[in-house]
């Protein structure tokens, strides 16, 4: 039987990202479909009636959320093409690990540089932003990727937000290619993959967003 | 490999470090249990985990993880010989996955957030909300369980851990008169829970409930009482 993906999403979130390019990256096709987040649609609150989030991606009927938890579905359902956990246990508990850092750390910080109410906010959030990205990039040290010599779990938890660099630099005052050269250096790289060029949206169109999204939530 | 190669750095009190402690002992590794002392961080354990500075961590030979559903699942790896803990089928280990992330980030928050609601109103929503949450993990018991035992089936696996390790916190809120499960409410938790509890590889990590509600007061008398110049 052919399998059925559908992958429920929303074009800026970084976590919809990590699922497309898992897809992407392993061949898979699938059905995108784009929710409307101010009027979620009957199969995202049926398919993810705990969270009602997006991504949410069914597989034959059956539906999965979180998006990490989602890339290692994917993962562990095609293990044959393009492996993104390494296979030895201390290897993949490194990734795990890593993955998960990103997951407290980046989009909380990303999210509150964007939208901050007031200067003091916006601080803290830069402060804390360039912290994680220099914790993360002491991680990824001198390897090509988090994953070694190909991409692997973390490059795809943590490329996703490189879409929204320009929307953090601008609204946060930063340069991130100053403070953190060598994880620019390293998303350059990974675009340079067609399935990371196809997944990732453009970082203008994402700045564009949050320039919308901050006139709507009212900050200045 | 000897015991001496495999180390738990942690505190009895910790839900977080039962949790890997459970996991060895269903694979049956022996392992030496280093006492962090309480309040105060080991040079060992800032070493073992720069990032967080947290227990617990597991020291394997010359290798460190942190962060215990990470740790819990390269156990799971590591010792593949011994009884499996996550499931085999990849939709069911998501599912696994997605409730212990529930678990961890939604509901013991609720459950830790009863004794830090300030008010009767405040209380009553925290409250509500942890009782919503176990109603949902009511569900997702039966749905897992399939009739069995526990979450992972006959025996205990990822899940019954996740959750497993919170039941001395949750029977300690309970000692306060709030009943979280029950056989009426949650006949399928309730009955999982002792289960869970007499199982060998539980029974010797799991806190007595009166030994942590001491240690629950200590905690919130000190995190009331003003900071020390």
Redesign the interface.
Known sequence: MADEITLLDFWPSPFGMRVRLALTLKGIDYIYKEENLQQKSDLLLKSNP?HKKIPTMI?NG?P???SL??V??ID??WPKSSSLLPSD??G???S??WA??VDKKVYDCGRRTCFAKSPEEGDAAVKELLECLK?VECELGEKLYFGGENLGYVDVALVPFYSWFYAYESFGGLSIRDECPKIVAWAKRCLENESVAKSLPDQQKIYEFVVTMRKKFGVE | MAESDVKILGGWPSPFVMRPRIALNIKSVGYEFLEEKFGVKSDLLIKSNP?YKKIPVLI?GD?T???SL??V??ID??WSSGPSILPSD??D??TA??WA??IDDKWFPALSGIPKAQGEEAKAEAVKQLLSGTA?LEEAFHKCSKGKAFFGGDSIGYLDIALGSFLGWLRVTELNGLTILDAEMTPGLAGWAENFCADSAVKEVMPETRKLAEFAKMLFTKMRAPPST
């Open positions: 705990i597989h059956n999965i959320s979180e938890i989602m290692q579905y562990e359902t246990p201390y993949r508990s490194q795990r690990f998960d850092y914790v | 990032v394997h290798k993880i942190c962060e990470v740790i699942q390269y790896e590591a990849t939709y280990r998501a996955r997605f992330a529930y949902l």
